[in-house]
């Protein structure tokens, strides 16, 4: 007469089950979850996902695991201190950004955040939330240009650098004075306010001109400024 065949799940008794799981979940504490996930991100150099930290070779603790820590994978991310690559609210990503500034003690660049990707969302994320990084700066508290007003602030900027250079900045230039003042927009940044076609340098150079010669400034031909 034939056995039928029965799986051995059946046969767990699940109080017994329960039991063994439980211990399993307490081998681990909420800490040692917690380090293991920080030390995967810096390993990966960003956030992790589920599946990045399941086949992290180095992670001694499984997502599951975190997951029945505290509450959801995200949850878990969180509490390390690493935001959720996908569902971070506009609120938690201008946090991200204040505490960055506060630690470098000025407004944060867009090579900043990406010098802290393990730590940080990404700029992209910023870009897909904001429409700008510098919308979210702004929303972050920090006193930054957008728009026509960003372009003003250039110019101005722009106008100040040709009287201290005695003549209409380079590219070249700016890269420099970029470099002494970080409150100065970047060259990059000026260059693709003009999507930076052909002749965008010389198209920002003549808008600085134009706004010293409009301040009493004298502009001769070769850019020199008196």
Known sequence: MSVPNVHPTAQID????????????????????????RASAERLGRSPTMKEFAADPEAQVHPQTAIEHFGTWNAA???A??????????AELADQLRGLGEELGRI???????DR???????????HTFGSLAVALREA?????????????AIVQ???????????????DWAAARRQDPALLTEWQVYRMFEARRGAWATFQFLVRERLLEDGATVEADGSVS
Do not use: H, N
């Not at 944060?108 to 990406?114: F, L, R, Y």
């Open 158 to 172: 722009g106008a100040e650098l040709a009287r201290r250079l005695g003549r209409l900045p380079k590219f070249a």
């Open 77 to 79: 991310k969180r509490a």
């Open 141 to 153: 508290g920090f006193d930054v240009a957008v728009g026509d007003e960003r372009l003003d602030r």
């Open 14 to 37: 699940p109080a017994a089950l329960a039991e063994f799981q439980l211990g399993a979940r307490r081998r681990y504490s909420d800490a040692r979850i917690l380090a293991e996930l």
């Open 117 to 127: 990707r393990a730590t940080m969302p990404s700029v992209s994320l910023y870009w």
């Open 108 to 114: 944060p660049t867009a090579q900043d955040v990406k």
């Open 81 to 90: 201190g690493l935001l959720p690559r996908r569902f971070a609210t506009r």
